[in-house]
């Protein structure tokens, strides 16, 4: 890691509330531009949850509520000025689930350039072909992109399902357990991915997989029934771990 | 005392017997409809039944001609799915996505129930309040004509189409609802690109089998529709649709008669309108179901 790294998102005494329970409790950490940061931890332990905080997406359920500051680029995310559409532009999310819209593969991957008002075809074409070689699915998709994307296998999905987060150009991209229902050659090919697509993005990445966050993160943070417990690079957590609580997990002794 | 084998094998027996008789008296009732309106076609042919234009079945000599009816049942049908398609898809969207869980429990009961509202009260609700509204405010003869018959008879497809597209719309799965506004999409855009398109097969449905209802409906077209067996040439003309002649016509039809044999090949055209609907709902319904996380 060179010492030119720059703070992309920082978060400052996030807590964040389903109605009354308190699911993530005073989380402050900070995420670096064109990095791997990978989220682990046993199911319920807010990675996910938090994840969706980034791009606002726990806005859709109701009586949610956050306290704290989450800055991308050091403007709040949270303010009541924010427009809550653009913020979903700069930080783009891939899902647990491949989840394409019923249409074409070519309409899946415009379809976010074209709700954000593109109309010049050229462009939408080209910038089609760009995400979906980007996502390393072109070759298998390039003869047949006006066919319905749910004829894709899982993994086809998924990966398409990168190349339409990556046509808005965002800078930022999470993912929520990408390659959880897939089987380990998609997954190996997730994992490339992401290898390739932190030199344009930086990358927010939820995992169950120990060996994935090891594999493709950069830094790796741990949370613990909502709370942070620690976070560092990749390497610090996974061979010499401050708290017992860490290593615990790491190795494998619960979660 | 029996064995519980025994038991069993007469639950079972039980079951099939009465399963059978209520789909073999539907059958014979069928059989019965088909054996008392086919014998018309000898006195005139399926071409001259279906395309006449006179209906006159009682004049000397009589005419068979159900074009008549047949438009005034199709005007209807279609003016009244006109009418309740946006306002049945339109509260459909409204309760699946924009009002509060609260809400949405009051209000989908309501309307569920109010399918249920007997259509002679709704034919009565026309006949002394739409029809001298509709006479006085439009300077029309007479208020009971084809437009009047097409609201009533869309407000009773309304509940239908709107209960049958809630359901399709509310179980669009919440990842592609997430994966539209994920990419920067408003609720509307996601609304109209994503949550309509994936729930079109039941919306379709609903809209099918609203229109089954529709053209099937008797009672209300028998009060409201002004009951004249000419063409329209307006909506404001007054119609009489197939079910409304027969109801108004079979107790006067002699048994056996030509006219009577008219107006049961009157119900089987209506039968195989209602059947044709039913497939076609049918066959969307199960042939444009999506795979995947589109899966209805």
Same mark, same amino acid.
């Given at each position: 890691m060179g010492s030119e790294k720059r703070v992309k998102i920082s978060v400052q005494n996030l807590n964040f509330y389903y109605g009354d329970f308190h699911? %993530?409790? /005073?989380i402050s950490m900070d995420m670096y531009e064109n990095h791997v940061t990978a989220l682990i931890g046993?199911?319920?332990?807010g990675k996910s949850t938090f994840l969706r905080c980034i791009n606002r997406?726990?806005?859709?359920?109701?009586?949610t509520r956050v306290e704290g500051k989450l800055l991308l680029d050091g403007k709040? %995310?949270? /303010?009541?000025?924010?427009?809550v559409v653009e913020v979903r532009r700069k930080v783009g999310m891939v899902f647990q689930k491949p989840n394409p819209f019923p249409k074409s593969i070519f309409e899946n991957v415009a379809y976010g350039l074209r709700v954000n008002g593109v109309k010049d075809k050229k462009f939408i074409a080209h910038r089609v072909e760009e995400s979906l070689k980007m996502a390393a699915i072109w070759d298998e998709v390039k003869d047949r992109?006006?066919?319905?994307?749910?004829?894709?296998s899982g993994g086809q999905q998924q990966r398409l399902c990168i190349a339409r987060a990556l046509a808005m150009e965002p800078e930022v991209l999470l993912m929520?357990?990408?390659?959880?229902?897939?089987d380990p050659i998609a997954t190996q090919k997730i994992e490339d991915l992401i290898f390739e697509l932190k030199k344009r993005f930086t990358i927010v990445i939820v995992t169950h997989n120990m060996q994935q966050a090891a594999r493709v993160s950069d830094y790796t943070a741990f949370f613990y029934m909502g709370r942070l417990v620690e976070v560092d690079t990749t390497d610090v957590i996974f061979t010499?771990?401050?708290?017992k609580q860490t290593e615990d997990y790491i190795t494998g002794r619960f979660g | 005392m029996l064995s519980r084998k025994q038991k069993d094998f007469l639950v079972k027996s039980i079951f099939f017997v009465i399963a059978l008789v209520s789909i073999l008296i539907l059958f014979l009732i069928m059989f019965y409809l088909f054996r008392e309106g086919l014998p018309i076609f000898e006195v005139v042919s399926v071409k001259d039944f279906l395309f006449?234009?006179?209906?006159?079945?009682?004049?000397?000599?009589?005419a068979f001609g159900i074009f008549p009816l047949l438009v005034g049942s199709i005007y209807v049908t279609a003016l009244s799915t006109l009418i309740a398609v946006p306002l049945g898809v339109m509260t459909a969207i409204y309760l699946a996505e924009i009002a509060s869980p609260a809400l949405r429990n009051i209000v989908k009961p309501i309307v569920e129930l109010l399918a249920g509202m007997p259509s002679v009260v709704i034919g009565f609700f026309g006949m002394v309040v739409v029809a001298p509204f509709l006479q006085n405010y439009?300077?029309?003869?007479?208020?009971?004509?084809l437009f009047n018959a097409s609201l009533m008879l869309a407000f009773m497809s309304v509940p239908t189409i709107c209960s049958i597209s809630e359901d399709a719309i509310f179980s669009v799965p919440r990842e592609l609802k997430e994966g539209s506004l994920a990419l920067g999409a408003t609720h509307f855009q996601t609304i109209v690109k994503v949550i309509i398109p994936a729930s079109l097969s039941g919306i379709s449905t609903s809209i099918i089998l609203g229109m089954s209802r529709a053209i099937g409906e008797t009672m209300v077209v028998l009060m409201?529709?002004?009951?004249?067996?000419m063409i329209p040439e307006s909506i404001f003309d007054p119609v009489r649709p197939m079910p409304a002649s027969i109801a108004a016509e079979m107790a006067e039809a002699?048994?056996?008669?030509n006219h009577y044999y008219a107006l049961f090949a009157i119900g089987i055209v209506l039968f195989l309108f209602t059947l044709a609907f039913n497939m076609i709902a049918d066959h969307i319904s199960h042939k444009y179901r999506q795979v995947g996380a589109a899966t209805l």
């Open positions: 699911a %993530l409790h /005073d046993p199911s319920g332990c997406m726990n806005d859709l359920i109701l009586g709040d %995310l949270y /303010d009541p000025k924010v427009d992109l006006h066919s319905s994307a749910l004829g894709l929520d357990e990408p390659a959880s229902a897939l010499r771990p401050k708290e | 006449g234009r006179y209906w006159y079945p009682t004049s000397d000599p009589p439009l300077d029309l003869d007479s208020g009971l004509n409201v529709a002004g009951g004249a067996a002699p048994f056996h008669s």
